[in-house]
């Protein structure tokens, strides 16, 4: 996203003449269709009816990418940067935009235009330029929020899910994994608390959660995601999660958050509301982590049936655990001796280490 912040006066005048003055700051793309429309109702020289937002994930290089979009759209383009690009002609604005990421490039092309079949027109000849996609189902949509000195911000890009994690990396769940989450997705409470230290596979349970929600949705699900505090010191996030398209909401590292209201937490009052509150998630899912030691110390209101599906502890692999996931991944001869407990991520990195040790010699 292209940030930017300027003045500028005299643009247009409306009505009676009056002189124009705005104060923009944010993005370019936006910035130039908002002054277009004021164009438009001072001369009516240009007008787009229709409005597309298109989103893909490409094998391609994004660089690459962009400069067959520039050249080969038929259309006037405006590199703002290696990975963002501006395109123009009668009827017809793009703004295009991309992350590169390891092995695939997230994308994001904002179509303008004043005729739907004009729009579909520069749509499709733009995703035959891009080629070869990954399918949506198999990613899921990131809505970053963060908070910076000018008040909240967001970066937005795709993520592909990864394969389900085995069953033994999580013992405490009772169940299989899949069951677990497909129980979890099926049921009508809002909240999910995943509570343990680092490295005992929270997060990587919360990305098995958002690949289902793909799947059973078929196209990416999209989720507003936050481990910024002063993100969640006001309404605006909330009134986005409650008024917007999102699928779920994940809030990590949320220690300040779940502590109970009786000791100061002046902030819970707002996922109360969207989790089986006043105003109801509608089936969308809220989903906290935690390094909380214990389950008491979070907010009774927040974990009542009804409005918390569970509150699932992680903890390291004890022996027989971590022997039983080394089996399932047919490691068993990596196992160190005299191990009495490991956490996941650790355990991981040992097989890894392991692994890439056997292979150079």
Not at 181 to 197: D, K, T
Not at 293 to 308: E, F, K
Request: net charge neutral; hydrophobic share 45%.
């Amino acid at each position: 996203m292209n940030r930017f912040k300027f003045d500028l006066e005299g643009i247009s005048t409306l009505g009676e003449g009056f002189p124009l003055r705005l104060s923009l700051q944010g993005d370019l793309a936006q910035t130039l269709i908002q002054l277009r429309a004021i164009q438009t109702f001072d001369t009516r020289a240009m007008s787009y009816a229709i409005q597309r937002t298109v989103r893909c994930a490409a094998r391609r290089p994004i660089d690459e990418l962009f400069d067959d979009l520039a050249l080969h759209m038929g259309m006037t383009a405006h590199r703002v940067h290696a990975t963002s690009l501006l395109l123009d002609a009668p009827g017809v604005f793009i703004s295009a935009s991309g992350r590169r990421k390891i092995d695939y490039g997230s994308l994001t092309f904002d179509f303008w235009a004043d005729t739907l079949q004009r729009l579909e027109c520069a749509r499709d000849r733009m995703l035959r330029l891009v080629g070869e996609q990954l399918a949506r189902r198999e990613m899921f949509t990131i809505d970053w929020h963060f908070h910076q000195a000018t008040g909240l911000s967001s970066a937005s890009f795709d993520e592909m899910a990864d394969p389900q994690p085995f069953s033994e990396a999580y013992p405490t769940l009772g169940e299989p994994v899949a069951a677990f989450v497909a129980r979890y997705l099926g049921s009508r409470e809002a909240v999910l608390i995943l509570q343990g230290p680092p490295g005992t596979g929270k997060t990587r349970l919360v990305r098995a959660i958002l690949a289902a929600l793909s799947a059973r949705k078929g196209d990416s699900a999209r989720v507003l995601y936050t481990a910024d505090q002063r993100a969640l010191e006001n309404d605006e996030i909330f009134v986005e999660f409650i008024t917007g398209s999102h699928d779920a909401f994940v809030i990590e590292d949320a220690d300040h958050l779940l502590m109970a209201r009786a000791n100061g937490n002046a902030d819970l009052h707002r996922f109360l509301a969207i989790a089986d509150g006043v105003v109801r998630a509608q089936g969308r899912k809220v989903i906290f982590t935690t390094n909380l030691p214990n389950v008491g110390d979070i907010d009774d209101a927040l974990v009542r049936p009804g409005r918390c599906f569970a509150t699932v502890r992680t903890r390291a692999l004890e022996c027989g655990e971590a022997a039983a996931l080394a089996a399932r991944l047919g490691a068993d001869s990596l196992m160190p001796a005299g191990l009495r407990s490991i956490s996941l991520a650790a355990f991981y990195k040992l097989i890894d280490d392991a692994r890439a040790a056997a292979t150079s010699r």
